[in-house]
């Protein structure tokens, strides 16, 4: 199973303040490491995981010396959405494949334990999500990436007001079993090709209906890194 970490998305804090430390890279306590980077290279040695890919701006070339374990990515244009676009076209949906948004912080055991051997496509959630923003607008409450359930029962993914059962927020992680690699490539380039802004939730907003999804609820165990 390959660990695949998106950090370059336009939509997220991808980067801190000063622009060129990923937020993945920011002192964060996390189960004994310095920073979510430091638990990513950790994980290379888990023998459930055959590779962590990191997925990032060009900012992450200062990591490369520091966290050699790690495979790297980054864009050489600013064309598209740059998670989606590199998740399409890097090559490395040909195993079964755990990915998650750069600026999370959850128990990856937990997570690889949970995905590991899994016949079916998996997208983990929180539904006591609502606590998280108990002291921010109500803005923040729209903004977040949620999961609703619509009358015809099928999933959506939704950021903004919305008017649907709100199963819980999207926690920035999902896994897809290698079964469904050759799926998962086309879907991407397709929506690539329609259209070049295409994001991760546009893809599961495809995928989730198409193709057999269990949702596993995080019962708020995780986090986002803020570069504020």
Not at 126 to 131: K, L, M, N, Y
Request: charged share 25%.
């Amino acid at each position: 199973m390959k660990l695949i970490v998106l950090d370059a998305g336009r939509s997220a804090p991808a980067i801190s303040l000063d622009k060129r430390t990923p937020i993945s890279m920011l002192k964060t306590s996390i189960d004994g490491h310095e920073s979510m980077m430091h638990y990513f290279e950790s994980v290379t040695s888990d023998p459930r995981i055959g590779e962590v890919c990191y997925l990032g701006s060009d900012s992450v070339l200062s990591a490369m010396e520091e966290f050699p374990k790690i495979r790297y990515f980054y864009p050489n244009n600013s064309q598209g959405n740059l998670d989606t676009f590199q998740f399409a076209l890097s090559n490395l949906i040909d195993d079964d494949v755990l990915v998650m948004y750069g600026d999370i912080i959850v128990d990856l055991d937990s997570l690889i334990s949970k995905a590991f051997g899994s016949e079916s496509s998996l997208v983990f959630f929180d539904s006591s999500w609502e606590s998280r923003y108990g002291m921010r607008i109500k803005q923040s409450l729209d903004s977040a990436e949620k999961i609703v359930v619509g009358d015809d029962s099928n999933l959506r993914f939704k950021t903004g007001a919305v008017f649907e059962s709100v199963l819980g927020e999207f926690s920035g992680v999902f896994y897809i079993p290698k079964v469904f690699s050759r799926e998962l490539r086309e879907l991407s380039s397709q929506l690539l090709l329609k259209k070049p802004t295409s994001t991760i939730i546009d893809l599961l907003n495809n995928w989730v209906n198409t193709y057999a999804t269990k949702t596993i609820d995080l019962h708020g165990r995780w986090a986002e890194v803020h570069a504020n």
